[in-house]
Nanobody, 124 residues
Framework: QVHLVESGGGLVQAGDSLRLSCAASERTFRTYTMGWFRQAPGKEREFVAAVNLSGDSTFYADSVKGRFTISRDNAKNTVYLQMNSLKPEDTAVYYC?????????????????WGQGTQVTVSS
């Protein structure tokens, strides 16, 4: 069982930045791929970004490309999501997830372990 703990959410204004962190309890095959998803009220959970084990392959949803950056520090078992130029439509609960597979995936069903989520609210 991998435990994931997100932090860094909060209330910001449009145009501001936030950095989310997700600390994993272990670094094993279970955390080969790490990703971020988000879920706004009344909406389905959606993919935001993912990174492979070495950190040299990243994927982003079109809605965040150019504004968000995912990275990982394997020495700290932590993945980050740097969010710049935030918009009100970025408001959601953000979840960290891990996948025991070397191939990066963008669907939530492909991920094995999930954090409890952290709220990001962007006011206009």
């Amino acid at each position: 069982q991998v435990h994931l703990v997100e932090s860094g959410g909060g209330l910001v204004q449009a145009g501001d930045s936030l950095r989310l962190s997700c600390a994993a309890s272990e670094r094993t095959f279970r955390t080969y791929t790490m990703g971020w998803f988000r879920q706004a009220p009344g909406k389905e959970r959606e993919f935001v970004a993912a990174v492979n084990l070495s950190g040299d392959s990243t994927f982003y949803a079109d809605s965040v490309k150019g504004r968000f950056t995912i990275s990982r520090d394997n020495a700290k078992n932590t993945v980050y999501l740097q969010m710049n130029s935030l918009k009100p439509e970025d408001t959601a609960v953000y979840y960290c997830a891990t996948r025991a597979n070397m191939r990066v995936a963008t669907t939530s069903t492909a991920y094995d372990y999930w954090g409890q989520g952290t709220q990001v609210t962007v006011s206009s």
